[in-house]
């Protein structure tokens, strides 16, 4: 288990609590949105940066990944256009969700409603080296779709 160690932005409303897992089991811990000013109101095509109103000091070698809730996305259209979000582990500033409407009626986002979940995972970097020729493979440069649909 990581540790992630947060703080809370100025004005934030702390009673919301630290992000949490719902169940024991669960993958992704949730993360609310922080609206002591008041809901948004998103329109059908209409997206915001909703904050959390926390920082987080994730540890080296690791990413907090920010995904959609499949409850909200069926639901309601809500979803992330950048997802997974990636958090790294250098950035300390307010954690903001980008959250699109893609349904067809207009949604609130309250204060506290659990927005997204956010997943820790180990970061590999990789190393980039110029090369002339690329070693052979099956697919080659089939391009998007070249392997089918079934």
Not at 18 to 23: F, G, I, K, S
Not at 36 to 65: C, N
Not at 114 to 127: D, E, S
């Amino acid at each position: 288990m990581v540790a992630i160690r947060c703080s809370w932005a100025k004005g934030a409303d702390r009673s919301l609590g630290l992000p949490r897992y719902e169940t024991a089991d669960a993958a992704g811990a949730d993360l609310r949105a922080n609206l002591p000013e008041g809901p948004v109101t998103l329109k059908p095509m209409e997206r915001a940066l909703i904050s959390t109103g926390l920082h987080m000091e994730i540890p080296d070698g690791y990413e907090v990944q920010v995904r959609p809730r499949s409850g909200l996305a069926l639901k309601h259209g809500i979803t992330l256009p950048n997802s997974p979000g990636t958090i790294d582990s250098d950035y300390r500033g307010i954690v903001g969700v980008i959250v699109v409407n893609l349904g067809s009626e207009a949604f609130e986002i309250t204060h506290g409603m659990r927005i997204a979940q956010m997943v820790a995972a180990p970061v590999v970097q990789a190393t980039f080296a110029e090369t002339e020729v690329l070693g052979a493979s099956a697919r080659a440069s089939g391009g998007f779709g070249s392997t089918g649909v079934d």
